[in-house]
């Protein structure tokens, strides 16, 4: 009888691709004057044409990012 125990596979989903994107998009939110920059901008102008980045998405990584600002208010 077998006793190893297995490794748990972590799944991916978090690093997908579209959730990667998103958090792009999310610091272009709360970030715009990186838009001033072209080469930020022209990203911008790509993720806003990618059908995977979807508005739920990007609402979710702006909560992430605002939260995880907060945390760091509240330790420092």
């Known amino acids: 009888m077998d ?3 297995k490794a748990r596979v972590r799944s ?3 690093y997908t691709a579209p959730c990667r994107k998103a ?5 272009f939110v709360l970030r715009p004057e ?3 920059r ?3 901008a022209r990203l ?3 993720l806003l044409s990618d059908p995977s ?3 739920r998405l990007v609402g979710q990584a702006v909560a992430h990012l605002k939260g995880k600002a907060h945390q760091h208010r509240l330790a420092g």
């Open 3 to 5: 006793n190893h125990v």
């Open 12 to 14: 991916s989903g978090y």
């Open 23 to 27: 958090r792009l998009c999310a610091r």
């Open 34 to 36: 990186l838009l001033d």
């Open 38 to 40: 072209p080469a930020y």
């Open 44 to 46: 911008a102008k790509a």
């Open 53 to 55: 980045v979807t508005n």
